[in-house]
């Protein structure tokens, strides 16, 4: 089985994931391939969408040829290209903090350095209407890719700002302590897919 990843051709015997051939070339997989981050982004017009795509790609995207590389499997004369991991640049945070402000439908996720300064902040415009589902899966993205951006190795404290029923929707009843910032002190991209 042939297959081309970023330019270089490779030699598979067996049929195989996609992701076990994508992870050393590169590729990262945030939430490990459980289909909760929609991170492992590669472009691939050779293999047909699938309903994982649906869910955290646009239909312009998909037209495109970007897919999700978790659910899919190997398949001879593939044409894959992504941003790997290295080679990454730019300012690097060992450590930082989050606030996330959510009012109405948009949410403000400011990224704090260890000095309490903003780093960068961004805006994510929520679905109207949103469930805890399509809120989680419209927050997550974004910050995973800030986290990534800034190569973010451990978040730090965690401070959610939002009114009692956007709270309730993300934590349940269980929210005062987030609303008073929490120390998480945990892997970044864990931080996101497991308290956001
Ligand atoms: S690795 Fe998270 S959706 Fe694929």
Do not use: H, W
């Amino acid at each position: 089985m042939k297959i081309t990843v970023n330019g270089k051709n490779c030699d598979f015997e067996m049929q195989a994931p996609l992701k076990e051939v994508l992870v050393p070339f590169g590729l990262n997989f945030p939430c490990k391939g459980n289909g909760k981050c929609g991170r492992c982004r590669i472009n691939c017009m050779g293999l047909s969408a699938t309903k994982l795509d649906e869910r955290f790609l646009t239909a312009e995207e998909i037209g495109r040829g970007i897919r999700l590389a978790c659910d899919k499997q190997a398949k001879d004369g593939l044409v894959i290209t992504f941003q790997a991991l290295e080679g990454k640049q730019g300012y690097k945070l060992k450590e930082a903090d989050v606030t996330l402000k959510i009012i109405n439908n948009v949410a403000f996720v400011d990224l704090l350095n260890m000095e309490g300064k903003s780093v960068e902040k961004i805006e994510i415009i929520l679905p109207i209407g949103f469930t805890t589902r399509t809120l989680r899966a419209s927050i997550v993205k974004p910050m995973l890719e800030l986290f990534e951006k800034y190569s973010v190795a451990t978040a730090n404290r965690l401070e959610v700002i939002a009114e009692e029923n956007i709270l309730n929707l993300l934590y349940g009843g269980d929210y005062e302590s987030y609303t008073e910032g929490v120390n998480i002190g945990m892997p970044a991209e864990e931080a996101v897919l497991n308290i956001i």
